[in-house]
């Protein structure tokens, strides 16, 4: 059973980096044809993909957001890790780490998400 979970501070102020970290059990971020996105869900609004980062380390970001994203994962402890600058309170969401098998797969399994809040 794979299991993730977000971590990290749950209130950011305007104009800092936004860092959260995914922690991944029951199975390996190396693992062929998984790939391990981010995803936020700002209140009151629909769910908003954020980029992924391959099994092989490659990266992806979506396009509104990829001038302020980085995503880098460290292996050795299997985790991967958003990274978010300049953020506004736009960027208040509720932040969810997922797997999805192939780039264009369904995601099969999500963390519990981690409220991150940018105040006024």
């Known amino acids: 059973q794979v299991q993730l979970q977000e971590s990290g501070p749950g209130l950011v102020k305007p104009s800092q980096t936004l860092s959260l970290t995914c922690t991944v059990s029951g199975g390996s971020i190396t693992t062929n044809y998984y790939y391990w996105s981010w995803i936020r869900q700002p209140p009151g609004k629909g769910l908003e993909w954020i980029g992924y980062i391959a099994y092989s380390g490659s990266t992806y970001y979506s396009p509104s957001l990829k001038s302020r994203t980085s995503i880098s994962r460290d292996t050795s402890k299997n985790q991967f890790t958003l990274q978010l600058s300049s953020v506004t309170p736009e960027d208040t969401a509720v932040y969810y780490c997922?797997?999805?098998?192939?780039?264009?797969?369904?995601?099969?399994?999500w963390g519990q998400g981690t409220q991150v809040t940018v105040p006024s």
């Open positions: 997922a797997r999805r098998f192939e780039v264009a797969g369904n995601i099969d399994y």
